[in-house]
């Protein structure tokens, strides 16, 4: 079994009588982009402001790195986050507001900055002052920030959030690459599932305040089974031509849909071979949509959404 690097036991905040945090036990392996979903207001910031030490637990524990309780201290400078916004000089440029960081951390490597804005595509920015940025570039230097000092755990507050969808594939890569090249563990929030399905190894479902569930990436899959959904009349006629092509994990849901749950790409391939045999194909399309209606369906249906 693979390492665990953070976890917490019976994690509780409360604000008055609401408890915006309720007794989650999130568990987090080595080397994991840990997607944590939920929707707006379900928990995610406060958990992660406790696991940053920006919020004080009402009660149980988080454990890192082997520590726990007061020794967490001394291991903080091994956690970088972004939480929430990125808090950055306006009036500064990107290398300027990295500088500062440096300095607080007792960094002065040579080349040290300038390879954060590598890993992070800021390397072209020059002297534009931060509070020109795009949302996008903002995220992305709130992410170099969180480099500084080399953390093996990253925390990441939503930081696709309100980004374009270039935008998004942007901070994705980056995450990537943390994790490939440098071996990070990456928990990150967001509170669309399907944003980070490409990415996530594991994945932490909280809702009210509490984990309604933990899964791995494969576990997702095979509940939300991605496929190619044909939609025809008659679906036993299509059988033979299925098996023909070495098509063999597939099911015929009712009198219109066969569900194949292998090579997905070839769904046009199918169509084409299908219509030869003269089977009329009403509709055939690749669904990944399943997976948001699964999140959807954990947390109470579309109309709470
Ligand atoms: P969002 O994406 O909207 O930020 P979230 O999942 O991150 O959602 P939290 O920000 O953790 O959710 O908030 C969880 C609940 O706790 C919400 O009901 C929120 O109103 C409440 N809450 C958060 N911070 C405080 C606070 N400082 N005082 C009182 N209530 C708070």
């Known amino acids: 079994m693979s390492e665990i690097l953070l976890q917490t036991i019976g994690l509780t905040k409360q604000y008055g009588h609401h408890k915006a945090v309720d007794h989650v036990n999130i568990h987090i392996k080595k080397g994991a982009i840990y997607g944590f979903i939920g929707r707006n207001g379900a928990g995610k910031t ?12 009402t009660s ?13 201290g001394r291991i903080r400078t091994r956690v970088g986050c972004l939480i929430e916004s990125p808090g950055l000089y306006g009036n500064m ?13 007792g960094i002065h490597k040579d080349n040290y900055i300038e390879e954060i804005l590598r890993v992070v595509g800021l390397s072209d920015v020059g002297k534009k002052k931060t509070k020109h940025f795009s949302l996008g570039m903002k995220q992305r230097l709130g992410i170099g920030l969180a480099l500084v000092g080399e953390p093996d755990l ?7 959030n309100g980004l374009d969808p270039q935008g998004i594939a942007e901070v994705r890569d980056i995450i990537q690459k943390l994790r490939d ?19 996530a190894t594991d994945y932490g479902i909280i809702h009210n305040g509490s ?4 899964l791995t ?14 939609i025809l009349d008659e679906p036993e006629k299509a059988l033979p031509i299925l ?3 070495g098509f063999a994990n597939y099911q015929v849901i009712d009198k219109e849909h066969i569900h194949i749950f292998e090579r997905l790409s070839e769904s046009a391939v199918l169509n084409m071979e299908l219509a030869k045999a003269g089977i009329p194909i009403k509709g055939i399309q690749v669904t990944s949509e399943e997976l948001e209606a699964y999140f959807l369906n954990l947390t109470g249906g579309a109309q709470n959404a």
């Open 93 to 105: 440029d990107a290398y300027e507001n990295l500088k500062i960081k440096c300095k607080l951390f």
């Open 217 to 230: 990436r494969e576990e997702l899959m095979s509940r939300c089974s991605e496929r190619i959904e044909v």
């Open 211 to 214: 984990l309604l569930q933990e």
């Open 60 to 72: 149980g524990e988080i454990e890192m790195f082997g520590y726990k309780g007061k020794d967490l």
């Open 154 to 160: 990253l925390v990441l507050d939503e930081p696709i």
């Open 46 to 57: 406060t958990c992660l402001k406790m696991i940053s030490g920006l919020a004080k637990p």
């Open 181 to 199: 090249e440098r071996n990070m563990t990456i928990l990150i929030s967001s509170h669309i599932l399907e944003e980070l399905s490409k990415i």
């Open 243 to 245: 098996d023909a092509l």
